[in-house]
Structures are given as structure tokens and as C-alpha cells.
């Protein structure tokens, strides 16, 4: 498995990865699965300024993850907010933890101090949602920071909200601007 930048020729493959979470879960709160346009749209929007990242196996791919912008405030430079999605029947098998890994070391060299996680978590766990991104994260070394009751409503349901956080470096009172757009990802194998 390798870990490589996404392409807008991905677009159609990752969009077959994250239409099971749109229409069979409450991970996403999105309703309706993105056109293929959108979902290219978004790939060229984020990718312009943050890691927007693939994993890899023999010509398939596994899962991705990408950040984007915390809040659109020049305070929040430093800080992402991260996503993941694995391809429904490849969990377990490290491709979170080897694209966590890839784009933490990617947002450190782009200068970003905060990764942060923005999280569905159920109030009592059903069949589109369980906990298992919360106990994903925690192990990946995010903590808890807040939670947000009732905040979510999906296949007639209220879902709770959690932000969970890592700190990806010192923060001084001075730190260096971020680089936007300069980004990359190193391609080993897993």
C-alpha cells in the first residue's frame, strides 16, 4: 500500500468510497451524495491549499483523508480540520492509521499546530452510527475537547457532535505563517 496525492482524475473512485457513508449513515450529515462535479469542484478547492491524500493498492483505492479550513479567520491559520473514509470492508487493516500518520506529517511541515475533528457520535449507537471514529481518533492521539448534544438529525434520529483535537507542535508567540499550497506526501510503502 502506498500512501500518494489525490488527483481530480480520482474523483469518480473517491466519490464510490464516500457515497455508502452518505446514504447508509449518520457518519456524514450530508444528505444527498455530491455530483461528480462537486465532489471535483471540492477536490481542486482543498487540495490548493491543504494535503488531500490516497491510500493505495495495486491500482485501488483504499480509503482517503484530507484537511481543510478550521474557520475562515487569519487566527485560525493554524489550525485544520481533518477527514477521513475508509472503503466500506478495508477497516481494520491500518489504511486510517497510515493515512493519519501521512497527513499529520504533512500538515507539520506545512506549518500547522492543530488538527482537529469534527466527529458524529451517537447518543445510543444504531445501526448507521457507533463510536467507532471516536475510538479511531483517541487512538490516533486526539482528546476530547467538546460535545454538542442533539445537534444532528438523520434517518430520524438526533446525533450528538464531538471536536476532538491533537496538537501538532509548540505554540509560541511568534510561529512562522503557514504554507498554504505547499504541501507534500511521501509515497512509501506500507
Known amino acids: 500500500m502506498r500512501i500518494e496525492k489525490v488527483t481530480i482524475e480520482d474523483a469518480s473512485e473517491l ?4 457515497e455508502p457513508y452518505v ?39 483504499l480509503g482517503y483523508a484530507y484537511a481543510n479550513t478550521f474557520k475562515d479567520r487569519k487566527a485560525y491559520d493554524w489550525s485544520v480540520e481533518t477527514t477521513i473514509y475508509v472503503k466500506q470492508g478495508k477497516h481494520r487493516m491500518g489504511i486510517g492509521k497510515s493515512l493519519y500518520n501521512a497527513l499529520e506529517k504533512s500538515l507539520k511541515n506545512m506549518g500547522i499546530l492543530n488538527m482537529n475533528a469534527c466527529i458524529a457520535v451517537p447518543v445510543k449507537e444504531d445501526d448507521h452510527l457507533t463510536d467507532v471514529s471516536y475510538r479511531f481518533h483517541k ?14 438529525y438523520k ?20 510561529p512562522p505563517d503557514v504554507q498554504f499550497g505547499k504541501w507534500t506526501v511521501e509515497s512509501d510503502e506500507i
Not at 31 to 56: G, H, M, Q, W
Not at 139 to 152: E, S, T
Not at 160 to 170: A, F, P, R, T, V
Open 155 to 174: 434517518f430520524n434520529t438526533w446525533y450528538d457532535m464531538i471536536w476532538m483535537e491533537k496538537m501538532l507542535g509548540e505554540h509560541n508567540d511568534f
Open 139 to 152: 487512538k490516533m492521539g486526539f482528546i476530547l475537547v467538546g460535545r454538542f448534544h442533539n445537534i444532528g
Open 15 to 18: 466519490l464510490s468510497i464516500y
Open 23 to 61: 446514504r447508509n449513515t449518520a457518519i456524514t450529515f450530508e444528505y444527498d451524495v455530491p455530483t461528480l462535479d462537486e465532489f471535483k469542484s471540492r477536490i481542486i478547492n482543498i487540495s490548493s491549499k491543504y494535503p488531500y491524500i490516497k491510500a493505495v493498492d495495486n491500482g485501488e483505492i
